[in-house]
């Protein structure tokens, strides 16, 4: 059995995988015009939610997207000039990023906490760059749920899933457990050795989790 730990629900979420809310997303009230940038980054797609939440109008600046998924959102949302990062992880994001990042004022998108400091690598190599604080990874209500099955696969979406599952289930040596980037991973090394997906994506992670379960 498959468990997904994950606040949004992916499109091939099928009948093989139970889902566990374990964490919520609420958004800030904020005020941002991309006019005033010549490019934005976005390391989720819940950023660019919170844009369409506070209303937020797209323009003709350039993004940089740390995955398929979040550039996906971020055409969705109406931005045509979307940059898809071959490096799917916090650091290695930024690091490619950067040099494509000179001489442009940028503002990076993102949650109240943050694992990768993807701005303190921009800043490091040079970016002028501000801030947005666009919403915040709460705890859910999680009263009701009950455990995994022994020897389940356990995929994980976030550093903050990890860290919720954990207070809430502990640990069984028979899970096994699949991290979406090196940042979920580095949360649950503290109580096991997670498999880390190539690609920061929910629908890869799926698929590479139902491979793994036949193993």
């Known amino acids: 059995m498959i468990y997904l730990c994950s606040n949004t629900i992916p499109t091939n979420l099928g009948a093989d995988v139970t889902h566990l809310a374990l964490a919520q997303i609420k958004f800030e009230t904020f005020t941002l015009d991309f006019a005033e940038f010549g490019a934005a980054i976005f ?3 819940n950023a660019l939610c919170a844009l369409a939440a506070n209303d937020v109008k797209p323009t003709d600046v350039e993004v940089f997207a740390i995955g398929e998924a979040c550039a996906a959102a971020a055409r969705d949302f109406g931005f045509e000039r979307v940059y898809v990062a071959q490096n799917h992880h916090g650091l290695e994001f930024a690091h490619e990023i950067a040099p494509k990042l000179k001489g442009k ?5 993102r949650a109240k906490e943050v694992v990768s400091d993807v701005a303190g690598e921009l800043r490091k190599s040079g970016v002028n760059l501000a801030e947005i604080v666009a919403y915040q990874n709460l705890s859910a209500p999680i009263s009701n749920l009950k455990p995994p099955q022994d020897g389940a696969l356990i995929v994980f ?17 028979s899970w096994r457990a699949l991290a979406i980037g090196n940042a979920t991973a580095a949360a ?8 880390i997906s190539e690609k920061q994506d929910i629908n890869y992670c799926l698929d590479l989790a139902r491979k793994l379960v036949q193993i």
Do not use: D, I, Q, R
Not at 105 to 109: G, L, Q, R, S, T
Not at 157 to 173: Q, R, V
Not at 188 to 195: I, K, M, R
């Open 188 to 195: 649950l090394g503290a109580f096991c050795e997670p498999v």
């Open 105 to 109: 004022k940028a503002v990076f998108v």
């Open 157 to 173: 979406a976030s550093p903050k899933n990890a860290k919720l599952f954990y207070e809430k289930f502990g640990w069984k040596n």
């Open 43 to 45: 390391t989720s797609k």
